[in-house]
């Protein structure tokens, strides 16, 4: 398996789009107050143009698989990131890659100056939360930040260990 990291270019607007609205479809998680209608959706590399954040994108053999980002998201606390956009295709799932992504993400974070990572999810997507917590992430009561992404119901944040 042939797995390369790289950062989002703008080819990569529509399948990642594609990637996230169907991961969602398939988790029935809410359309409205989330990513899946969120307008930036379609276009992320522009997105990530903004100072302060990066993307990265998993491909395999030439295959987009998923990607996930930081992003310096309004109302935050100072010192703290968001932690955006991790999602896989149904495939590549359950094979470590979402790890190797988060990883990558938080030494990327810390490399920016960030000294924590905010997440926000939802109870379907058991799977993902379960790896935030085994990554050092905890939950906080309510959400933090003006993402926009208001359906959201878990709120995790992370310590970021400086070397």
Same mark, same amino acid.
Not at 1 to 9: L, V
């Given at each position: 398996?042939?797995?390369?990291? $790289? $950062?989002?270019?703008e080819k990569d607007d529509k399948g990642l *789009?594609?990637? #996230? $609205? ?9 359309? #409205? ?18 100072? &302060?954040? %990066? ?10 698989? &998923? ?15 968001? %932690? ?6 149904e495939d590549s799932r359950g094979k470590g890659?979402?790890? @190797? @992504?988060?990883?990558?993400?938080? %030494? *990327?974070? #810390?490399?920016? &100056?960030?000294t924590q990572l905010y997440l926000e999810s ?7 939360? =379960?790896?935030? %917590? ?5 939950? @906080?009561? =309510? *959400?933090?930040?003006?993402? &926009?992404?208001?359906?959201?119901? #878990? ?9």
């Open positions: 398996m042939s797995i390369k990291i $790289r $950062r989002i270019t *789009a594609k990637i #996230i $609205r169907d991961s969602l479809t398939e988790h029935d998680v809410p359309k #409205i107050g989330t990513v899946y209608s969120d307008p930036t959706t379609d276009h992320l590399f522009k997105l990530f143009t903004t100072g &302060g954040s %990066l993307y990265y994108i998993v491909e395999q053999d030439g295959v987009l698989l &998923g990607g996930c980002g930081v992003f310096p998201t309004e109302g935050l606390p100072h010192g703290c990131a968001e %932690l955006v956009k991790l999602y896989l295709s890659i979402g790890k @190797l @992504l988060l990883e990558k993400c938080f %030494l *990327a974070a #810390i490399e920016l &100056g960030y939802f109870p379907s997507l058991g799977k993902a939360v =379960s790896l935030y %917590l085994k990554s050092g992430f905890y939950h @906080l009561p =309510s *959400a933090l930040g003006n993402s &926009g992404h208001h359906a959201c119901t #878990i709120w995790m944040i992370k310590d970021l260990k400086i070397a």
